[in-house]
């Protein structure tokens, strides 16, 4: 796409990439504790089990590693406000297309001060710092959409 868009949204990085970590963290662990388990039920030599623990590890510290880039990959991206649509990496929605602009938040959110929107059954803004408000500015661009493009509500 070539226009530029009109606006950028970035995502709170902290919430974007910490909420993924600590699910990635436990289920490591959990990974971990239950290679634990059968190596201890295995009838092997102290050095096959120490060889296959210690590899592992590794395997699961790399793993982890790989886990851990992908989601500040993830968190780098914004979203971007164009003329007719909201593009979020490969994702688009049309503002006319969007059907709720409630903000929601959970636990993580609360704590960290963020909010969510579920725009559309398959498209949402997460990760939203709450110093920015753009459920009104949500609200205007859908209104102007549907307003230019009254076959739109045809077509949904």
């Known amino acids: 796409m070539d226009e530029q868009p009109l606006y950028i949204l970035p995502q709170s990085k902290m919430r974007a990439a910490l909420a993924p ?41 790399i793993l982890l590693i790989i886990g851990i880039i992908v989601n500040v990959q993830r968190a780098k991206k914004s979203y971007l406000f164009f003329q007719s649509q909201i593009q979020f990496g490969t994702q688009q929605l049309s503002y006319a297309a969007i059907t709720n602009t409630a903000p929601q938040q959970n636990i993580l959110d609360k704590i960290l001060k963020t909010y969510s929107i579920k725009l559309a059954p398959d498209f949402s803004l997460q990760n939203i710092p709450q110093g920015i408000q753009i459920q009104p500015y949500l609200e205007q661009m859908r209104a102007y959409a549907r307003r230019a493009t009254p076959s739109s509500l045809m077509s949904l």
């Open 21 to 61: 970590l600590l699910v990635q963290l436990i289920l490591t662990t959990i990974l971990y504790l239950g290679i634990l388990l059968n190596l201890s039920l295995l009838d092997l030599r102290a050095q096959q089990e120490t060889i296959i623990n210690t590899s592992s590890l590794i395997a699961l510290v």
